[in-house]
């Protein structure tokens, strides 16, 4: 438990869809002084709702949710379930929109090759999609993005990508958000692109947006000087 300006609450990082602690290594050392810990609720239920209500039930008291892309629909949906634990929310190329029947379609014909084990077929020649072009190029950071992908599975992906086909809709929520609220996106993320970030900042009354210039999906792993000093400055103001 940290205190910031006498107000008590636990910092979460929420990964993305099959992906793990290794997406917030670059935050955890600097934001250490909040004390953050990773959840892994993404890997143990079903429903984007059923996510956000074990979150709630395994970390008591007041909480502040840092959720990137997935996580950030947790964090939103733990938002309103429980709108007086949550102290903050910081939302990184996340959405808050239900799903388009056009990206349902193409989830469920990736789900349909997950679940033939065909894994590395269709993550590997998609990577670039993750990154802005300076980072793609870094073979560093495709392998760790593989890594981790592929660690989680054909269960999980499965599992996952279904629980984003029927999350709820944000939206109707949003605006009645009294906790500060920051928004970060890569400015040339493809996967949730700035726009998204923009409606929900749109919407939430304390909302602060930044989008970070030459960054893509993975803005933890692409840009993480910039990430941990926004975070950082954020956090600093809770209270």
Known sequence: ???????????????????????????????AAWQPQVTNVHTRHETIPAMAGALLA??????????????GMVAMEAARQAPERVAGLALLGTNAEPETPEMRKLR?????????????????????????????????????????????????????????????????????????????????????????SRAIAALVPQAQLQLLPRCGHMLTMEQPAAVNAALADWLRTLG
């Open 1 to 31: 438990m940290t205190t910031i300006n006498s107000l008590p609450f636990q910092l979460l990082l929420l990964p993305g869809l099959a992906a793990d602690a290794t997406m917030w290594r670059e935050q955890l050392d600097a934001l």
């Open 58 to 71: 395994q970390y008591p008291g007041r909480l502040v949710l840092c959720g990137a892309s997935m996580g």
């Open 108 to 196: 469920e014909d990736a789900i349909e090759l997950f679940a033939q084990g065909r894994v590395a077929e269709v993550i590997e020649p998609n990577v670039h999609l993750a990154f802005h072009p300076d980072q793609a190029a870094r073979a560093d950071l495709r392998q760790a993005y593989l890594d981790f992908v592929l660690r989680a599975g054909a269960d999980q992906l499965v599992r996952q990508n279904r629980a984003v086909i029927g999350r709820p809709d944000a939206r109707e929520h949003l605006g009645a958000l009294r906790c500060p609220v920051l928004v970060l996106c890569g400015e040339d993320d493809l996967l949730t692109p700035p726009d998204k």
